[in-house]
């Protein structure tokens, strides 16, 4: 009965006209080329050498961070949705496994399935690939049926899944893998599978109703219900697209690692999320763009590898990205309350 | 008078000290304004010790406010409040607790997974020499306190098993335990069975033979003739009237209540009203409504009145299948309907404007046309899931000129704009998807008078196009205003349907206060 019942605090009638928002992503990158710069002059300070300068560098660091990139196109809309994944690391090591071991060379003696060799590599990545997809599933239905807290399902499915991978092979690695299969991890496509990824569901995000309703949920589940959305099928469908590309990031790291690994996958759910979020996703659900979010990876990557190229120690390297991490979210808040005090 | 201290007067308190006088708390010419609201019109109070003292009024009458302001948590632009003949200053809760004014609020403020004893001595915990709290103690001095009230419950006991009623009951004795001498009462009894009222009544009995004064905020005018000593009835922010309990009548205290003006800023136009769409039978909900029956005509406007909490809402949200029926009928146009999601109801042709912009109605984070158009997502608009992103940005147009929203462009963030043009996006959310029945719960809350009218407006014009709308309000004159027919509930129960000529303001609140 409170009388100040208002919804928000009415803002003036006639809000201020002609001014064009800039994109969001546009301070990210804008960050991003301040980083470059700073690592490019510290390179000629500290080590006498160009930091951009050398394809190879950039290159690399390109590289490890595709893997991450695919996985955080995922969580970026898992967290546009209001939700969080913290599976996904994990169910890249199970991933791994299980298309490493469809993915031996022929005629192998001592392979997992001895008359599973040689097989066309369309098997071990279909095989990776509904991997991912059922661990979305799972997440998925758990929270959209039994609502659970997103935060509590995925960390189940951060235990079992690992558990799987570990289980497999009781912790042994998969080795022999075949050269069609490991051509998916060579060379630039790694990189080319994350943007064709990125892009794909940059559009989605953007153009279509499955966009549209992501977002909406994100903002306010309540009123997207009364809208007439269904909340559960979208969430399970959501979580289930993550876990695809979580299995699919699994593929590609077997592929270019040319060996199956049980603990693959370690901590890259944390990764993820710091990439989405520096990119500018919030953690409150409806704000996001996968943009950000390949942004947010490429920052990532500079400050691995600018660090290592200065020769940081690696445990430094931890502490400042954690920094980093915390920079890019107080920024962000100082942002959203700045905008809504207008 | 100078001011005491909330230390000084209780040492005062504690050495009986205390200057003789009739009235525990005597409050003058209280004024208390919120942004675009006053809430509070030079109001005063006084009440006596051993005395119930109840207030009255429609929703919105400033009660809760008052209470609220004497309660400490609000704090008031004007007024001078005495206590036993002491001038105070309330500046916190804390504050008015140590002055012996204790408040049980409407949502009742315990913390489910403590005991019930540590619930109660929160903050005051008996402790020893080392700071450990003395459990013992605690609980020894929980049952002393629940045996002087008559309360048969464990101190031991978590406070999250226990049934509404007990904690009322828990929020009872932590009030009483503060040794405060003025207790208030925000309609305590609106989540309890008849045993359980009475159980409460025995209890406020004690305290007022202890001396105590009790403030009590009801809309029942049974309770009111049961328990009150004296009735102050409040209407829109301005005391009206005090009476003893004795000398008054129920129809006396609805006119007081209700006394004011209708103006005619209602642009109500008599439109031909056509066939039966909605017809709802024995709908019920259950634990919330029961036995809901009505029809509703194309071009007809149903007026939905009552005090909040008695139903209205819930109604219309099982009609809209946000929260199914448990038994009941639904049918459009003769066909029944199952509507277990609102997806079913908008397949129906349904609309449905919630009654919390903020909670279930905008999505706060993003822009206008997002805002609009996602009901119109459901069917059609897109083909292979790419939404046709310039026929909608057109039909968001149309409907921002039709409804006059101010924004300069539909790229604009919702939280951007004030309360009345939300609304209108929200309105245009349901109109874009064309509906044959509109459902309006509180359609003109908490927005400025030009908007208000502005929305009248449309909902008369789509009446006349002959959608049929139901629409809820807690604002009278706009019931009667704008209703071709007006149905009551009181309680989860449908207490009567009255027809315009016969819809007033007291036929309407006699019906909501059965």
Request: charged share 25%; hydrophobic share 45%; glycine share 10%.
């Given at each position: 009965m409170a009388p100040n019942a208002s919804a928000t605090s009415p803002t003036s009638d006639a809000p201020r006209a002609g001014r064009r928002r800039l994109p969001a992503?546009?301070?990210?990158?804008?960050?991003?080329?301040?980083?470059?710069?700073?690592?490019?002059?510290?390179?000629?300070?500290?080590?006498?050498?160009?930091?951009?300068?050398?394809p190879l560098r950039l290159k690399i660091m390109i590289l490890q961070e595709a893997e991450i990139g695919i996985i955080a196109v995922g969580v970026t809309q898992i967290i546009i949705m209001g939700g969080i994944d913290l599976s996904s690391g994990s169910v890249v090591g199970m991933t791994a496994m299980i298309a490493a071991s469809l993915a031996q060379v022929a005629g192998y003696s001592h392979a997992i399935y001895p008359s599973l060799t040689g097989l066309n590599p369309i098997f071990p990545v279909a095989a990776g690939l509904l991997c991912g997809l059922v661990a979305g599933l799972i997440n998925g239905s758990l929270i959209a049926f039994t609502k659970i807290p997103p935060f509590i399902a995925t960390l189940g499915m951060m235990v079992s899944a690992r558990g799987v991978a570990d289980w497999y092979t009781n912790g042994q690695p998969i080795g022999n893998l075949d050269d069609p299969f490991a051509a998916i991890g060579s060379g630039w496509w790694p990189v080319i599978i994350f943007l064709g990824v990125a892009f794909i569901f940059h559009i989605a995000l953007r153009f279509t109703r499955y966009g549209k309703f992501t977002y909406a949920i994100g903002a306010n589940l309540l009123a997207a219900r009364v809208s007439g959305i269904n909340v559960e099928r979208h969430m399970v469908l959501v979580y289930s697209i993550a876990g695809l590309l979580s299995g699919l990031s699994g593929v590609v790291h077997t592929a270019r690692a040319i060996?199956?690994?049980?603990?693959?996958?370690?901590?890259?759910?944390?990764?993820a999320i710091a990439a989405s979020v520096i990119g500018g996703s919030s953690l409150s659900g409806g704000v996001g763009r996968i943009t950000g979010t390949v942004i947010g990876a490429v920052i990532l990557g500079i400050l691995t590898s600018g660090f290592t190229f200065l020769n940081v120690d690696a445990h430094y390297q931890e502490i400042i990205k954690g920094g980093v991490i915390i920079a890019a979210v107080v920024a962000d808040q100082y942002r959203q309350r700045r905008r809504k005090s207008v | 008078m100078a001011s005491l201290s909330p230390t000084t007067a209780e040492a005062i308190r504690n050495c009986g000290a205390v200057p003789s006088s009739d009235y525990l708390l005597e409050v003058e010419g209280v004024r208390k304004a919120f942004p675009g609201v006053l809430a509070l019109d030079d109001v005063s109070f006084r009440l006596k010790r051993g005395h119930v003292h109840a207030l009255m009024g429609e929703n919105g009458a400033g009660k809760s406010t008052l209470m609220k302001?004497?309660?400490?948590?609000?704090?008031?632009?004007?007024?001078?409040?005495?206590?036993?003949?002491?001038?105070?200053?309330?500046?916190?809760?804390?504050?008015?607790?140590?002055?012996?004014?204790?408040?049980?609020?409407q949502e009742l403020n315990l913390m489910s997974f403590m005991t019930v004893a540590e619930n109660i001595w929160i903050r005051r915990e008996p402790l020893n020499a080392l700071g450990f709290v003395r459990h013992e103690e605690m609980r020894r001095r929980t049952q002393e306190l629940f045996s002087r009230l008559d309360i048969p419950l464990d101190p031991e006991a978590e406070v999250r098993d226990l049934s509404v009623a007990n904690r009322q009951m828990v929020e009872i004795a932590k009030a009483v335990s503060y040794d405060s001498d003025i207790l208030i009462m925000d309609e305590p009894t609106s989540a309890?069975?008849?045993?359980?009222?009475?159980?409460?009544?025995?209890?406020?009995?004690?305290?007022?033979?202890?001396?105590?004064?009790?403030?009590?905020?009801?809309?029942?005018?049974?309770?009111?003739?049961?328990?009150?000593?004296?009735?102050?009835?409040?209407?829109?922010?301005?005391?009206?009237?005090?009476h003893p309990a004795s000398a008054v009548t129920r129809d006396e205290i609805i006119r007081l209540m209700v006394g004011r003006e209708i103006t005619q800023m209602f642009p109500k136009e008599i439109v031909p009203i056509g066939d039966v769409i909605l017809s709802v039978r024995g709908l019920a909900l259950e634990g919330r409504f029961r036995d809901v029956s009505f029809d509703l005509r194309k071009g007809e406007i149903l007026g939905f009145a009552g005090l909040v909490g008695s139903g209205r809402s819930n109604v219309a949200e099982t009609l809209f299948g946000v929260t199914p029926a448990t038994a009941g009928q639904i049918l459009i146009e003769g066909k029944q309907f199952n509507m277990k999601?609102?997806?079913?109801?908008?397949?129906?042709?349904?609309?449905?404007?919630?009654?919390?912009?903020?909670?279930?109605?905008?999505?706060?984070?993003?822009?206008?046309?997002?805002?609009?158009?996602?009901?119109?997502?459901?069917?059609?608009?897109?083909?292979?899931?790419?939404?046709?992103?310039?026929?909608?940005?057109?039909?968001?147009q149309q409907q921002k000129q039709r409804l006059r929203v101010r924004t300069p462009d539909l790229?604009?963030?919702?939280?951007?704009?004030?309360?009345?043009?939300?609304?209108?996006?929200?309105?245009?959310?349901?109109?874009?998807?064309?509906?044959?029945?509109?459902?309006?719960?509180?359609?003109?809350?908490?927005?400025?008078?030009?908007?208000?009218?502005?929305?009248?407006?449309?909902?008369?014009?789509?009446?006349?196009?002959?959608?049929?709308i139901l629409m809820i309000s807690s604002e009278?004159?706009?019931?009667?205003?704008?209703?071709?027919?007006?149905?009551?509930?009181?309680?989860?129960?449908m207490t009567g349907i009255l027809d315009r000529k016969d819809a007033n303001q007291v036929s309407i609140m006699e019906l909501a206060s059965r």
């Open positions: 992503e546009l301070s990210i990158l804008g960050v991003m080329i301040g980083m470059m710069i700073l690592f490019e002059i510290l390179g000629w300070i500290f080590v006498g050498q160009s930091f951009i300068a050398n060996s199956g690994q049980a603990g693959v996958g370690a901590g890259f759910e944390l990764d | 302001i004497i309660a400490g948590v609000y704090t008031p632009d004007t007024g001078s409040f005495r206590m036993k003949g002491q001038e105070i200053r309330l500046t916190s809760p804390l504050d008015a607790l140590q002055y012996g004014i204790a408040m049980i609020h309890l069975t008849e045993r359980e009222v009475e159980h409460l009544f025995r209890i406020i009995r004690t305290l007022k033979e202890q001396g105590k004064g009790i403030i009590y905020i009801t809309h029942k005018m049974n309770e009111l003739f049961e328990i009150a000593d004296e009735v102050s009835v409040f209407r829109d922010g301005r005391f009206i009237a005090e999601n609102p997806g079913v109801a908008m397949d129906a042709g349904m609309g449905f404007l919630t009654e919390d912009r903020k909670d279930t109605g905008c999505f706060l984070v993003l822009d206008i046309v997002s805002n609009m158009q996602v009901a119109l997502l459901r069917r059609g608009h897109a083909s292979a899931g790419f939404v046709h992103e310039r026929e909608i940005e057109q039909l968001c790229e604009e963030p919702i939280i951007n704009l004030s309360g009345g043009n939300q609304q209108k996006v929200l309105i245009a959310r349901w109109l874009m998807t064309k509906p044959r029945i509109l459902i309006l719960d509180e359609p003109t809350r908490g927005i400025d008078v030009g908007a208000k009218a502005e929305i009248h407006k449309l909902i008369t014009e789509l009446a006349s196009q002959g959608v049929a009278l004159p706009e019931v009667l205003g704008m209703s071709d027919r007006v149905l009551v509930m009181h309680e989860g129960r």
